[in-house]
């Protein structure tokens, strides 16, 4: 999105007892992916494996591509995004000093993921914007609350385009390293906090093949099912459509990675596949 487009409307969002400032300007790339409209409670979550923070996992060749029976889809005829557009909000002090990953690293790879084939299977085009919020730090254990609170104070400030200025905008918060959810195992997310917000958070264990996973995983999921009413999925053994504990098309393909032009992503559901895929994975059958 241009610095033309960065101008948001405030409303209804109280000002901030502490305002942060921005540093860093909106970047534009074209990109691609999905499916359309309303809100439930819930969330959708990506859990750590094996009780950790987060684990290195061996990319999946695409000659035994998982495939699952009996899964099927739900469709609650709810809001999904054809026309996605992504604002990274880097939080934290800690990306002032170019940390590993940097943030210049993380958004590379996010316009990568979205101008790239990986997200062909939801077929649209997307753009991508970025700010750093260095003057204000998450909390040691942070809540999503204190994500939805930081994007309302920004869009109150003005300093992020609001969800009123851009289409189909969708917020995903960086974390820095060494912070952590108060949800147990829980290492990203994606959820509404109303006012027609729709974002996402995400964990960083210092590497750019973990942030990149946990924001694909995200990305797809917030595209097909951004409110809780949109596509789920009943997965046997695994989750069920609910309108709080969302079974989405990232959650069954959880820990299925892909190499996709040199950027690691997770694999998601594909229906018409019956199979988990990483459309444009540089390992072929």
């Not at 610095?3 to 990109?31: C, L, R």
């Not at 914007?129 to 040691?140: E, N």
């Not at 964990?203 to 949109?230: I, K």
Request: proline letters at 7%.
């Amino acid at each position: 999105m241009s610095t033309d487009e960065d101008k948001p409307i405030a409303s209804q969002v109280t000002k901030p007892s502490s305002q942060p400032t921005s540093s860093g300007g909106a970047v534009k790339i074209t990109s691609q992916n999905t499916p359309q409209s309303q809100s439930q409670s819930g969330s959708g979550i990506v859990r750590a494996q094996g009780g950790v923070v987060m684990v290195p996992l061996p990319l999946r060749n695409l000659a035994s591509q998982a495939t699952k029976g009996g899964v099927s889809s739900v469709d609650g005829g709810g809001l999904v995004l054809t026309q996605v557009n992504v604002y990274l909000v880097y939080w934290g002090s800690a990306w002032a000093q170019d940390p590993t990953p940097s943030a210049d690293d993380i958004t590379k790879s996010v316009a990568s993921i979205m101008a790239g084939p990986y997200m062909s299977a939801l077929a649209q085009y997307r753009n991508v914007g970025k700010m750093l919020v260095t003057t204000s730090d998450p909390p040691k254990t942070f809540s999503s609350d204190d994500v939805s609170n930081l994007l309302k104070d920004l869009i109150n400030m003005e300093t992020v385009p609001g969800p009123n200025d851009v289409d189909q905008l969708l917020y995903c918060v960086i974390m820095p390293v060494g912070v952590s959810s108060d949800q147990s195992n829980v290492i990203g997310e994606h959820f509404s906090p109303g006012e027609d917000i729709l974002c996402a958070w995400v964990m960083n264990d210092g590497t750019l093949d973990s942030v990149t996973t946990l924001f694909s995983h995200e990305l797809v999921e917030a595209c097909t099912n951004p409110n809780g009413d949109g596509y789920q999925l009943d997965a046997p053994g695994q989750c069920s459509a609910s309108p709080i504990n969302w079974c989405e098309i990232g959650d069954i393909c959880e820990g299925i990675r892909d190499d996709v032009n040199g950027v690691i992503v997770q694999e998601y559901w594909s229906a018409s596949d019956s199979a988990c895929i990483a459309p444009g994975s540089n390992v072929t059958n």
